[in-house]
């Protein structure tokens, strides 16, 4: 019986709208109230101001705050099935608070709130941006993980306070990031001493380094601390963000630093993804892989199939394959392929089976171990 043609896939669902952005950044804390807002928008401009283009999506529901910190609160331009996003300050900007209003409380939970959020996203039409930064609902629950999964985040940035309690919930975010597959791009400390204007001494009043010393426990970058500086709270509630106001304050340098030092580590973060550039089949059937640098892997339906990495065909217990590859069809095909995230690719065959989850890391070192003893078959 003749098999349909699987489409090309290079983006999955939810990234319509967001076809042109280059890197999706999630920025998340484990609990509200550490400043993720504050720090979100004026990166973002600290990042503009470095010459890229970027939008800032303020997806937190339950405290949409940041039209109020940027100065907006006009209604976005509705286009067909897309919201148009708003200008401001040189950012592309869009908030789910500009679809509320201000009395309007928010009682999504659970599958709702992801849904709605999932919707959000979907439908704005970003245009051409470098960088897209997200600003998450504070947590790691249902709402956060469909993002992470969802919109091909290219990593995540994980803002704390120097407290233990803020640092134990930043640990337990930057968890579910990595639990997902999301790259930390790394931590940010917010509130990190508060410099004396007259002096320029140091107090910590929250004490300092707890970001630092999360980051180095958990062997990811530490991107910088931001200190407590009035004039940052108060140009919030002017709605003209500290960074806008350029100035040289300890916070503004802070910023700027930040900035740059984002851009060499994500950078980094990117080259060392595997993520394909292009995911196609060839016409004999093969899954055929392009990687950034040009180069190709070609994986044939049987070799994918007998190496599913799911856990009908690998005990979970003893990671021993429990599949007999024998059960195999050896004209197996690829019946359809989706891109799952930026981090691996979810396979159906023709005998029906569509539950692995194939990583491109695993794929890329499968590759690696093809092309040194050519002719064995592989485990994924
Ligand atoms: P979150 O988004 O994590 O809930 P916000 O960004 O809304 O937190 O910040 C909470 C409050 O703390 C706001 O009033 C904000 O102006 C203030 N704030 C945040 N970071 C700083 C800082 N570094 N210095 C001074 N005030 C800050």
Redesign the pocket.
């Known amino acids: 019986m003749a098999q349909d043609k699987p489409k090309r896939q290079p983006h999955n669902e939810i990234s319509q709208g967001m076809a042109r952005v280059k890197h999706i950044i999630a920025i998340g ?1 484990g ?9 979100s928008t004026n990166f973002a401009i600290a990042l503009k101001n470095t010459g890229a283009k970027v939008g800032l999506l303020d997806a ?1 529901i339950y ?1 949409p ?1 940041q039209p109020v910190m940027l100065g907006l609160n006009k209604q976005p331009e509705v286009r067909g099935d897309y919201l148009i996003p708003l200008k401001k300050h040189g950012l592309v900007f869009m908030s789910i608070g500009l679809l509320l209003s201000e009395d309007q409380p928010v009682i999504w939970r659970g599958p709702m709130a992801s849904k709605m959020v999932q919707q959000f996203i979907t439908n704005v039409l970003w245009g051409e941006l470098d960088y897209l930064l997200i ?1 998450l609902p ?1 947590g790691s629950g249902d709402v956060q993980i469909t993002l992470a999964q969802q919109a091909a985040l290219t990593g995540a940035i994980i ?1 704390t306070t120097p407290q233990q309690v803020a640092l134990g919930v930043a640990n337990k975010g930057l968890q579910m990031f990595k639990h997902v597959n999301v790259p930390i791009i790394g931590i940010v400390e ?2 990190s001493g508060f410099i004396c204007p007259k002096c320029g001494e140091n107090t910590p009043i929250f004490k300092t380094g707890g970001g630092e010393k999360l980051a180095a426990d958990l062997g990811v970058n530490f991107l910088g601390g ?5 004039e ?2 108060a140009s ?2 002017e709605g003209v963000p500290l960074l806008e106001k350029k100035g040289d304050s300890p ?1 503004v340098k802070a910023f700027v630093d930040l900035a740059q030092k984002f851009k060499s580590v994500s950078s980094q973060v990117i080259a060392d993804a595997a993520e394909p550039s292009s995911i196609a089949l060839s016409d004999d059937g093969n899954l055929v892989l392009e990687w950034p640098d040009g180069q190709s892997a070609s994986f044939s339906p049987y070799d994918l199939r007998i190496s599913c990495p799911c856990a009908s065909c690998v005990s979970e217990d003893t990671g021993q394959r429990t599949l007999d590859p024998k059960q195999i069809a050896l004209d197996i095909k690829i019946s359809g392929y989706e891109k799952v995230g930026r981090y691996a690719v979810g396979i159906t065959f023709s005998d029906a089976h569509n539950t692995g989850i194939f990583k491109f890391d695993r794929l890329k070192s499968i590759e690696q171990k093809q092309k040194d003893s050519t002719g064995k078959t592989f485990n994924v």
């Open positions: 804390s609990k509200g109230g550490v400043g993720k807002s504050t720090v937190d405290g705050s600003d504070p803002v917010n509130m931001i200190p407590i500086d009035p940052l709270m919030g509630d916070a």
